[in-house]
């Protein structure tokens, strides 16, 4: 069995926004490895840089001429070796020659490839034998914030999070079927409710924080009596697109309200304790990590999670962890580059008591890699939304993973109660 890469080859493809983006083919004499790279809208600052500046077209050139004669003759079992070999063919600290999408195209597509010329499926060839545990999908259900157009919620995303089930079939069931309620509950209280949805499929609406608190929460506690389990939810705040560092305020626009960062914590807490969150993603703008830990002593079984705050960098975990900023980071691979940085991120945080986020993008194509490294690397929870095509590549993709693994499988430990 050989894993010598022969051949790679890259080409422009779509996200589902209809955006061009780059998907890399990496091919070995036993193995086929394919990965494409998804875009976020609410971008953390910290990002690398997705593309160099002329585009994916800039990009398909650079992997031709500088990356494919770089990594031709390398073996692809050896991930650390290709990542390395990606920061080098770039040379900036951001990715910002050959483009961080570009990086991560490759970087997915090689971890394939191994595993493919290995004969097996990507979560067992990186995690072996002991990769047997499902993540908890956390589902996208109402949009808002830069998720929306027009009048909708500020706060950008309420999530279902189906925590007191035993299996991953039924934790996706119970999102379909909180997902199937809200857009029920919305057509009822208005007739102007036309069902549109947002990029990740969750609902978009013309109601403020409080009415999607309240369609999520009655449909969260209806959906876990049908499946007599407890499904919770909570909510990703996405706090740096409402922060006007100008003013020192949070503006919830639709709301009418503006709050500084006592008044943006107060709010947070009580939040959290009348509705039970099981989960906040960023509460707090990118650079304030001391309001991160204050909440996070303050809250209650409640996951305080960093996606913009740490932009799956190690180094500004190594930030929030010294101050105890959050307990849960999201892992956004594209957001570091490679699977090597990332693998990085997810050790140092689990080895600190933080539970692991797997995430989509919101534009994101039917790649479903993540699902694989999710259960590779015993991440809790997977956030990945609940209906659209990209969402249910990745869902599927973990049933089929849970089906494969048979009695062995088993959900993640996960404690939010
Ligand atoms: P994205 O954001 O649009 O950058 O993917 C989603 C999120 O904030 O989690
Ligand atoms: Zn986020």
């Known amino acids: 069995m050989s894993s010598i890469i022969e051949d790679l080859i890259a080409r422009k493809i779509f996200n589902n926004r209809g955006e061009e983006t780059i998907e890399v083919d990496i091919i070995t004499p036993n193995g086929f490895g394919r990965a494409s790279a998804p875009a976020g809208k609410s971008r953390g600052k910290n990002e690398v840089v997705y593309y160099p500046q002329a585009g994916v077209d800039a990009a398909l050139k650079k992997v031709d001429e500088l990356i494919a004669p770089e990594l031709s003759g390398l073996n ?30 490759v970087s997915l597509a090689n971890a394939e490839a191994a595993a493919n010329s290995h004969g097996l499926l990507l979560f067992q060839f990186l995690g072996g034998t002991a990769a047997n545990t499902l993540p908890y999908p956390l589902g996208n259900c109402i949009s808002g914030g830069q998720h929306a157009r027009g009048k909708a919620p500020d706060i950008q995303e309420f999530l279902a999070l189906p925590h007191g089930a ?63 389990f407890e499904c919770g939810f909570g909510i990703d705040v996405a706090s740096s697109s409402l922060w006007k560092e100008k003013e020192e305020k949070y503006i919830y626009e639709r709301e009418g309200t503006k709050r500084d960062t006592a008044e943006q914590l107060e709010f947070l807490l009580e939040l959290i304790e009348k509705y039970h969150l099981a989960y906040v993603e960023d509460p707090f703008h990118e650079e304030d990590f001391e309001s991160f830990a204050e909440l996070t002593r303050k809250a209650k079984n409640c996951l305080i999670c960093g996606d913009d705050l740490f932009t799956t960098n190690n180094e500004r975990l190594d930030q929030g962890i010294k101050v105890g900023a959050g307990n849960a980071i999201i892992i956004k691979v594209n957001q ?55 969402r249910v590549a990745k869902i599927n993709e973990l049933v089929r993973i849970e089906h494969f693994l048979g009695n062995r499988a088993k959900m993640a430990d996960l404690r939010v109660t």
């Open 166 to 228: 035993e299996t991953f079939l039924e934790a996706a069931t119970a999102n379909a079927l909180v997902h199937k309620k809200i857009g029920d509950a919305l057509k009822k209280k208005s007739a102007a409710f036309n069902g549109g949805k947002s990029d990740e499929g969750a609902w978009i609406a013309n109601i403020d924080n409080t009415e999607a608190f309240e369609t999520i929460a009655k449909a969260c506690e209806e959906a876990g009596n049908e499946m007599d």
């Open 336 to 390: 570091i580059g490679t699977l090597t940085d990332a693998t990085e991120t997810i050790e140092n945080a689990q080895r600190h008591g933080f539970t692991t986020v797997v995430s989509h993008r919101s534009g994101d194509t039917c790649d479903w890699h993540i699902a694989h490294l999710a259960v590779a690397y015993k991440c809790p929870v997977i956030k990945t939304g609940v209906v659209e095509g990209a």
């Open 76 to 105: 692809a079992d050896f991930q650390e070796e290709i990542d390395n070999t990606l920061h080098e063919v770039d040379g900036t600290a951001n990715f910002r020659s050959i483009g961080g999408n570009t990086a991560f195209a």
